[in-house]
């Protein structure tokens, strides 16, 4: 599978929150000494400075905090075919903020405050990414 966009390279820190994308599964860390979940991963805590986390399973439920509109392709002519499209920070339910981009809806239709579920947009054999869609009002 050929993807000509840039792509994340997981490190030591961010190697299994990759993994778990690959999986179609959105891994957080969590902090065992004082229960603190965080994204994006790190060698410590930054609540607490413990060293003592795990990786839990996130639901993949989160609302919009802040969005923008990219309507011009920057950079080169690979995004050219995606303009429109949203760059948002979501909130998870579990706490962190994670930037994403917002898809299955129309640019105009994002608000803050929406509430948003993660699906996975698998890219290579590799790397599958992490996108938000809107939950519809019937599932929530």
Known sequence: MT????????DPDSAHFWAGCRSHR?????????????????PFCPACRSRDTDWIEAS????????????????REVYQDDVPYVVALVTLEEGP??????????????????????????VTAEIALPRFRPIPAGAR
Request: net charge positive.
């Open 3 to 10: 993807y000509a966009k840039p792509l994340p390279v997981p």
């Open 26 to 42: 959105l891994l957080i860390q969590r902090c065992h000494a004082c229960g603190t979940h965080r994204f994006p991963a790190g």
């Open 60 to 75: 993949g439920r989160a609302t919009v905090f802040s969005w923008i509109v990219v309507r011009h392709p920057v950079p």
């Open 97 to 122: 903020r994670m930037a994403t981009n917002i898809v299955g809806c129309p640019p105009e239709a994002v608000t803050a405050g929406m509430p948003v579920e993660v699906v996975f947009d698998t």
